[in-house]
């Protein structure tokens, strides 16, 4: 009998690629899609697929959110607060152990460089704690698990730019940060989602043989970008020459611009935040990894190419 994989949130952006992805690998009735607003996967459930509703902000929906899921896809909280997102972590996970959950891939992110447990990274704190929380899990041999540290989106370049708007640029993008020294090795979401997907029926296929059992990975793009290049293929998408202004953090926080862009459950993480650009600096974006293009099997698309089709102007 095949696993039943579940996915857990299953509407957001990265879990309907994964989703997308995994319908084209599985059978539709192999799925257990659990997500805030079980409606928008009408169309799946239509087409086989088991459809729950739950929700991370409300924990007892997730008593029985997992029941018959073998292998669950866990999406990290839409947030980067740490204990509360953390804590919700905490929550799906002893759910899915009771509901009898034999393996999760949990959706972590590309800071921490090579791998590593640490981070001066805010948005990385609830992450390492959840990566740390699962291996506690596996070592009591409640549940075997993969992390999977999705790189960071090349799509997600405004929350990097002090939220560059394309429809309406400036010439100058306010920062605390150079722009120069390492940069990021962007990715495209979409083929996060595909490869995320692909790992997850590797392991459907043969768990024994599975390369990531009990270990993390991290899925990046296949080049290191400057945020000065970033900053300049920008530019190149909108049309006009863009440039980076070094600024304070404390500059940063009082950029008009800003407002509750960072505010989650009434706190303003304005200044939490901009320790990501701190971990740029110390070069926690730059690995390169080639487990991605193993993965998918090919190359994965540039930054460039990626932005031209999100943005570009013809």
């Excluded at 020294?181 to 692909?198: C, F, I, N, Q």
């Excluded at 698309?301 to 102007?313: C, H, N, P, R, V």
Aim: charged share 20%; glycine share 8%.
């Amino acid at each position: 009998m095949s696993a039943k994989i579940g996915v857990f949130p299953a509407s957001g952006g990265l879990g309907s690629s994964i989703v997308n992805h995994l319908k084209t690998l599985v059978p539709a009735s192999q799925l257990i899609l659990i997500a805030r607003h079980p409606e928008k996967l009408t169309e799946l459930e239509h087409a086989g697929s088991t459809v729950r509703q739950a929700d991370y902000d409300t924990p007892s929906t997730l008593t029985n959110a997992f029941v018959g899921v073998d292998v669950l896809m866990l999406i990290s909280y839409a947030s980067f607060e740490i204990q509360h997102r953390a804590d919700a972590h905490k929550l799906a996970i002893d759910a899915a152990i009771k509901s009898g959950v034999k393996y999760i891939f949990y959706s972590s992110l590309g800071f921490g460089g090579d791998l590593a447990d640490s981070s001066v990274a805010h948005v990385m704190g609830a992450h390492l704690v959840t990566e740390k929380y699962l291996a506690e899990q596996c070592s009591a041999d409640k549940v075997s698990y993969t992390s999977v540290r999705e790189g960071l989106y090349s799509e997600s370049f405004p929350i990097y730019t002090a939220w560059f708007d394309p429809a309406n640029p400036v010439d100058e993008i306010a920062i605390p940060h150079s722009g120069t020294g390492p940069g990021v090795s962007w990715v495209k979401r979409d083929e996060l989602g595909e490869a995320t997907a692909k790992l997850i029926l590797s392991y459907t296929k043969s768990p024994m043989a599975f390369e990531y059992l009990n270990k993390k990975v991290l899925l990046s793009g296949q080049r290191e970008i400057s945020l000065k290049e970033t900053v300049d293929i920008l530019g190149r998408a909108v049309g006009r020459p863009l440039r980076i202004k070094e600024i304070s953090v404390d500059e940063y926080v009082k950029l008009p611009q800003i407002g509750d862009k960072h505010t989650y459950h009434g706190v303003d993480l304005s200044r939490e935040w901009a320790t990501a650009w701190e971990a740029i600096m110390n070069g926690e974006t730059a690995t390169v990894s080639p487990a991605i293009k193993g993965i998918l099997g090919r190359e994965p698309e540039d930054y460039e190419t990626t932005i031209q089709a999100l943005i570009g102007k013809n």
